[in-house]
């Protein structure tokens, strides 16, 4: 009969059917409530939960049960899935021992091989003394004993995900059976399928693949009424994303996975989502929200103290509170995750729980605890192989050896920033075939600059740009390959969706054949549509993120770069003008002419009265002198300079490779510039206006370059702006500050 061989998923069309027998009442009946109920058991558990229920509790209320053994084998079982994913483990594994009772005394080898799948689910989390791989392996033996083709091939597939199935057949012949199990599979079948490919991709290193086959085993379990696997397979989707540099695209992934966790009430469920978007929330750098998430994935893990995943929530949290100063709060967590972190597992998170106490600790000023803390993090990364850790744990030292200045050895010999930086690089070169993070790089230059080792500073520094460079690419690379992925996923969801409705029209008027071929012409064609709107809001999408993207950086008035723009660029030319005055470049910095055209002028300037103008004749006649202002300074200006909109009526130029004696000639052609024609008004109205500009030189003291930064010279220009303006607008003030010549800094005006 149908129960006595259930199937152990389920799908779209039987989902559909168990939904309305449960909600017309039909259920009372064992032969429909038990299929109900099993099938309906996390796609719609509250439900599936009171069927069993009441169907249980009306067989014990009789003296003559009307349950057959296979009922209450599954009635039962449906409670301890429900049980396991509610995180009540002694109640599932008393559950799972009756179900398996009820099934022995009538030998239900399908009833039997599913008791054991759903007890190897939690094994490992709760006290059962059997593992679940042994227990995935009974399963197996069973469903094969049954000749039931879904159950092996569900439970060898589990097997695979374990990675401790190791029997026939050959590795090579064993991923060509669930690539082609991924693809022809049931619905349940191509879940797990699609799961393994995940991660197979995944440890390859395939992140666009692991997230395509990530999409699939979802979709496939979400079909499949297999809601738990749906939940962990987006999850990790979600995890893809994140890094692909699709933080967008993760938090939109996870956000309906959390949704549907706690709608279930299934804290395992509720602490994987919510740790993965705490996660990302921190690196988005939204605090609020990655704390509640944080909190939440650690409240919902909790049941489960000693498991990964409670731990994994716990350094999560750690790593949130550290970020955004909560020290108090990431030393507990850190301390916690050291304290519970057990086995040959728990010494990557005790590692790394070493690392964060280390930063915790430099951070509130207990620096021998932190050095403490990062050799013992070296030690045990060097011991396990865990280079990563190892990178992360050597930049904590040196950053400590470096504001410390003490002595500090690893295995008998001293360490200095510069050394533990070096093998920081080192190792991070070995581990990612020969690619090292930007921000090591940098330490490391850092580092060589403070021993005067300025040449190879420059070295290593010039490799950290190119580095950026190349990560950054790398960025744009995987966000637009997780965008495409995203794109082809919603198209191939409305294409499943369509085809899914035609097959539900077809079955349910197929006598009407002439009438569903065109409902199924028209579905079609909306399809089609729907395809080439989806195509064109992509394309419209794509142009204004350029839009967007150009808008962010220029003035839309007068087309110039704004000040965003000016604070990525401007780093080069000071380090230029910087390099032209360093001690290796000459001895007698008086006699030498090599500086001479090398320095770095900003020039801040504002018109004068231009209130005025926009309260006599309007704004529009304001924008106006603006852009007519943009056009004569222009007209000073050279390829290589800077002209910047900085703000209303102010503007900022940096002239590039000039000497500072050409300070006042440039101050005077500006002003000249400005003030030698009138301004074109509309309507035909001429105006003369003049400027007010303040200047510096770059650097100021050219025997010390390294002091002083260029938001110093652009606000002493500012300053002598203003003097300018005291004085009586329509001059400049500058200051030219050069040691190397002699005397003070000394206001040079000059009014035209």
């Known amino acids: 009969m149908a129960r006595s061989r259930l199937p152990r ?13 449960v909600s017309s009442g039909d259920w009372l009946r064992p032969s429909v409530g038990t299929p109900c109920a099993w099938l309906l058991r996390q796609s719609h558990q509250d439900k599936a939960v009171q069927v069993a229920q009441s169907l249980l509790n009306g067989a014990e209320a009789t003296a003559q049960p009307a349950l ?63 593992s679940r791989a042994s227990l995935m392996s009974r399963s197996l033996e069973l469903a094969r004993a049954a000749d039931d083709e879904e159950r092996s091939e569900t439970s060898w597939l589990a097997l695979q995900i374990f990675g401790l199935f190791s029997s026939e057949p050959s590795n090579s012949d064993a991923l060509e059976r669930i690539s082609k199990l991924a693809a022809e599979g049931s619905f349940g079948t191509r879940a797990l399928a699609n799961c393994f490919l995940m991660y197979s991709e995944l440890e390859a290193g395939n992140l666009a693949s692991a997230a395509r086959y990530g999409i699939q085993a979802q979709s496939s379990a979400m079909d499949a009424g297999y809601l738990s696997r749906a939940i962990a397979d987006g999850s990790n989707v979600g995890v893809i994303f994140f890094d692909m540099e699709d933080l967008d695209g993760s938090l939109a992934q996870v956000q309906p996975l959390l949704e549907l966790a706690r709608q279930a009430a299934w804290p395992s469920s509720i602490s994987a989502a919510s740790r993965i978007l705490a996660v990302t929330l921190l690196k988005l750098g939204r605090h609020e929200g990655a704390m509640l998430m944080a909190r939440e994935a650690v409240s919902a893990s909790s049941s489960f103290p000693n498991s990964r995943n409670h731990l994994n929530c716990l350094h999560a949290a750690a790593d949130c509170a550290l970020k955004f100063g909560d020290f108090e709060g990431a030393e507990r967590w850190y301390h916690q995750v050291q304290e519970s972190a057990l086995g040959a597992e728990g010494r990557e998170l005790r590692r790394y729980a070493s690392v964060g106490l280390g930063k915790v600790y430099a951070r509130t000023g207990r620096l021998e605890q932190a ?27 040196a950053e400590l050896v470096g504001r410390t200045g003490k002595k500090v050895a690893i295995q008998e010999k001293v360490v200095t920033p510069v050394s533990l930086l070096q093998q920081a690089v080192d190792v991070a070169e070995h581990a990612n075939q020969g690619s090292v993070s930007y921000t090591v790089l940098q330490e490391l230059a850092a580092a060589l600059e403070a021993e005067d080792r300025h040449f190879e500073a420059a070295q290593v520094l010039k490799r950290s740009i190119r580095q950026l460079e190349a990560q950054r690419a790398g960025a744009a690379d995987r966000r637009g390959s997780a965008l495409e992925i995203r794109y082809k996923t919603e198209l191939a969801l409305a294409d499943a969706q369509a085809q899914r409705a035609a097959a539900e029209m077809q079955a349910a008027k197929s006598l009407e054949l002439e009438a569903l071929n065109r409902q199924l012409r028209s579905a079609m064609s909306e399809l089609e549509s729907t395809q080439a709107l989806l195509v064109k809001r992509n394309e419209e999408l794509t142009a204004a993120h350029a839009r967007i993207s150009e808008l962010s950086i220029k003035d839309p008035l007068t087309g110039l770069h704004n000040r965003r723009f000016f604070s990525e660029v401007i780093e080069s030319a000071v380090s230029e003008a910087r390099r032209a005055y360093r001690p290796s470049a000459f001895a007698d910095l008086e006699a030498n002419q090599q500086t001479q055209g090398r320095d770095l002028l900003f020039f801040m300037l504002d018109m004068d009265h231009f209130k ?38 102010e503007f ?30 509309p309507r035909g109205v001429s105006l003369h206006k003049t400027i007010s500009i303040g200047y510096a030189a770059f650097p100021q003291d050219v025997l010390r370059p390294q002091d002083g930064t260029w938001e110093e010279a652009v606000e002493l220009a500012d300053a002598r702006l203003y003097e300018a303006k005291r004085a009586g607008r329509n001059r400049a003030v500058g200051d030219l500050h050069n040691i190397c010549e002699g005397g003070s800094a000394q206001p040079n005006t000059l009014s035209a």
């Open 371 to 397: 050095i403490e803390m990062a050799k013992q993090a070296i030690d045990s990364s060097v011991a396990e192989s865990d280079p990563f850790c190892e990178v992360e744990s050597l930049r904590l030292l």
């Open 612 to 649: 005025g103008v926009n309260d006599q004749y309007g704004h529009a006649a304001g924008d106006a002198v603006l852009v007519q202002l943009k056009d004569r300074l222009r007209s000073v200006t050279r390829g290589q300079d800077y002209l910047i909109r900085w703000g209303g009526e």
């Open 9 to 21: 998923f389920a799908d779209p069309q039987s989902t559909e059917r168990a939904l309305h027998l």
């Open 652 to 681: 900022l130029i940096a002239f590039r490779g000039v000497s500072r004696e050409d300070g006042p000639l440039l101050a005077d052609r500006l002003l000249y510039a400005v003030s030698s024609a009138a301004f074109e008004l």
């Open 68 to 130: 057959s053994p296979v009922d209450q084998g599954y009635l039962t079982l449906t409670l301890a899935e429900a049980a396991y994913l509610g995180s009540r483990l002694g109640e599932a594994e008393e559950l799972c021992r009756i179900a398996l009772t009820h099934f022995q005394s009538v030998e239900h080898l399908p009833g039997l091989s599913d008791a054991l799948f759903v007890q190897a689910s939690f094994s490992d989390e709760g006290t059962g003394s059997d």
